[in-house]
Every structure is written in structure tokens, then in C-alpha cells.
């Protein structure tokens, strides 16, 4: 959008408003798969992840290379339910996930691409997991309140048939452009190794440059963070962009100034601005480390949604903002940006849980610090 300058012509004068409206310019632009819809399910975790992957692959090979996001799911559903069963009921069941949870279903389960395993039966053209997280959450609730107290050992084989018979069963091998292949030796065809890759956060209820357990609900596998202080998560994103590694971002997009509608996110100086600023530059807010560890800890900040960075973009006025790939499809009517939305460093400053990357996208001296 370019800038506005609206005269008003009205009976007792002419009246001129300067409405400094968007005009966003490409700074960083990295390569990326289409955005598509995750549909009617909560496994953003995974198509989030997903498209990060795909992107390292391009990075890695030069391939473009669609992945499967409900291969994954169909393997980390069977390790929510064993937690939640081993754990008699006191643990989180739910459609959630983190970054983490891909890469570990990754590397005991490989990767398949989408036209292998679509996750959909033949009538079906768009995700809806109601019913089948409906279905495994009466199962598991069931085996926990078992009033014969002795937990039967088929229980895991009624999981998998379940997850089977909704998603579809787990190829042994398969054919893609020609050859063939595991699971297993696609990723290694495709150059991922999950063990390169590491999550970052920031908080100052732990110590800087360790890793740690972030306690929120869907980090059910307890996956380690390494922790840094704000700017210098925030400059490793900055870096990591520079040099080419696009991350995946878990993130809180309940506020009123995240809106996919408009395709901007934003954290105003004055409350007054958050609807002006969802089409006009405003002020935004100075974020300290103390004043995200508060919100995070009101629950202000909360771990809703997963994305995918993959550039940045500057306002007229000079601005940074990343460039952000959503999960949310990109029907003009229900999104901007064709699905990509503009989020401000405040907003990541605040609200950003985690980021995922490869080891080498980060800064020297953080690598260094971090030992890896």
C-alpha cells in the first residue's frame, strides 16, 4: 500500500489527514514451498516445521521437495499418548506440539514427501482431525480410569490401528522421481540431520547460554532450549536470515494486534493505536527483558502457534519486520499477504516463544557460548 493523503471536502473547508499507510519493500527473501492450510486440525507444530524443513532442503541440495506434515503427526501421536498414559492422566493429550517434536519423529521415523503420504483418505481434501482426536482421547482417558487396575498391553496396537485407519499406515519404503527409498535414507538423501538443529529462547527465570525445560502445555516430550538474553535472541534471528537459514517460530498470536487478516503484527506504544495500527505505522513499544519474562509469567504471553520465518520486509518509515509464513492458507478473503504476515520486532521481542535453526546459523560468539 502506498501512502495516503486524503483531502475531505466539506461544506465549512478542505481538510488534509496524512494516513501513513503500509508500504512495505522486500529486504530478505528466502526461498520457500507454498503456503497451504493445515485445515481444521491443531498441527501447526508440524506444518510449521515442515516447511522449515523443506527450505534447509532447498538450502542443502538445491531441491524443491514437498514434505508430508501428517507422516509426522501419525508418528508423534503414539508418544502423546504414552506420556499421557504412563503418566495416569496428569500430563496435557491434546493436538499440540512444539519444532522439537518433528525433528524427533524425524530421526527415528525419517521423511516421507506429501505424495506419498497425504494423511487423507481419497474422498477427503482438507484436514479435519475432530473425529480422530476425539475417538484417541476417549481411548486414552479410558485406559487411565481402567477399573480392572491392570493396563493391558494391546492398548498400544488400538493407538496405532486407530491412527492407521484415520491417517492412513506407514510406508516401508517408496518411489520418488524414480528412486527408491526408506523413509530413513530419503532424509538422508535430503541432507537433514536433526541433530544439527537447536531451539533459542529467552527468559530470566533461567541461566543465559544453558539449555533448560520451558513449562508450557505442549512441550509434552520436555525438549530443551538453549536460553539467551533478548537481544541476542533477536540478533541471531537477524543473522541467521542474513546468511540464508530461515527458522520456525513458536509463538503467542492471541493478541488483537496479531491479525492474519490484515497481515501485520505489532505492539503499540499507547493501547489506543492497536486497531490504527493494523493498516497505519504507529509507535511501538521499547520491549525489556523484564517486561516479556512478566507477561510470559501473568500468561499475557502464552505458546498458542507455530510459523515459519523466512525473510524480513521494511516500512517506508524504515522499519524492520519479519516476513512470516502461516499455516493458515492463502484465500484472499481470510488472510493477507497471500498468507505471509509482517510482524514487528516488538512483537517478536514479546510474544516470540522459541526459534528453531541450524547450529551454523548462529552468530560465532553465541555458538561459541552455547558450545556447539
Not at 20 to 28: N, P
Request: hydrophobic letters at 35%; proline letters at 3%.
Amino acid at each position: 500500500m502506498k501512502n495516503k493523503y486524503l483531502g475531505l471536502l466539506l461544506v465549512s473547508g478542505m481538510f488534509c489527514v496524512n494516513a501513513q499507510e503500509y508500504e512495505f519493500q522486500s529486504v530478505i527473501e528466502l526461498e520457500t514451498t507454498p503456503v497451504i492450510s493445515q485445515g481444521q486440525t491443531g498441527t501447526c507444530w508440524s506444518f510449521s516445521t515442515s516447511s522449515f524443513l523443506e527450505s534447509e532442503i532447498t538450502r542443502l541440495t538445491g531441491k524443491t521437495v514437498d514434505l508430508s506434515e501428517m507422516y509426522q503427526v501419525r508418528n508423534t501421536y503414539p508418544k502423546k499418548a504414552e506420556n499421557y498414559v504412563m503418566r495416569q492422566g496428569k500430563a496435557q493429550f491434546s493436538e499440540g506440539g512444539l519444532s522439537h517434536d518433528v525433528l524427533n519423529s524425524v530421526a527415528n521415523y525419517g521423511l516421507v514427501p506429501v505424495s506419498v503420504y497425504t494423511g487423507l483418505t481419497e474422498e477427503e481434501k482438507t484436514h479435519n482431525h475432530a473425529e480422530m482426536v476425539a475417538v484417541l482421547e476417549a481411548m486414552v482417558k479410558t485406559y487411565v480410569a481402567n477399573p480392572a487396575k491392570k493396563l493391558s498391553p494391546k492398548w498400544k496396537s488400538a493407538i496405532n490401528a486407530v491412527l492407521d485407519t484415520y491417517l492412513g499406515e506407514n510406508p516401508n519404503d517408496f518411489v520418488f522421481e524414480g528412486e527408491k527409498y526408506t523413509p530413513k535414507s530419503f532424509m538422508e538423501k535430503m541432507k537433514i540431520k536433526p541433530e544439527n538443529y537447536v531451539t533459542l529462547t529467552s527468559f530470566t527465570h533461567h541461566e543465559n547460554y544453558k539449555s533448560f525445560i520451558l513449562n508450557i502445555p505442549d512441550n509434552f516430550s520436555n525438549g530443551s532450549m538453549y536460553n539467551l538474553p533478548l537481544d541476542e535472541f533477536v540478533s541471531n534471528i537477524d543473522y541467521a536470515l542474513s546468511k540464508g537459514y530461515s527458522l520456525a517460530l513458536d509463538c503467542d498470536v492471541s493478541e488483537k494486534t496479531f491479525s492474519a487478516k490484515n497481515g501485520v503484527a505489532f505492539i503499540p506504544q499507547i493501547e489506543d493505536d492497536a486497531k490504527k495500527g493494523l493498516t497505519e505505522i504507529i509507535e511501538e513499544m521499547n520491549v525489556s527483558a523484564e517486561y516479556r519474562q512478566a507477561e510470559f509469567e501473568n500468561f499475557e504471553t502464552t505458546d498458542d502457534h507455530l510459523m515459519h520465518i523466512v525473510g524480513t520486509v521494511k516500512d517506508q518509515k524504515g522499519n524492520l519486520y519479519y516476513k512470516i509464513k502461516n499455516s493458515w492458507g492463502s484465500d484472499e478473503k481470510k488472510v493477507a499477504n497471500g498468507g505471509y504476515l509482517y510482524m514487528s520486532v516488538p512483537y517478536v521481542k514479546l510474544k516470540a516463544i522459541s526459534v528453531l535453526v541450524h547450529k551454523d546459523g548462529l552468530e560465532k560468539k553465541t555458538k561459541k557460548a552455547l558450545q556447539l
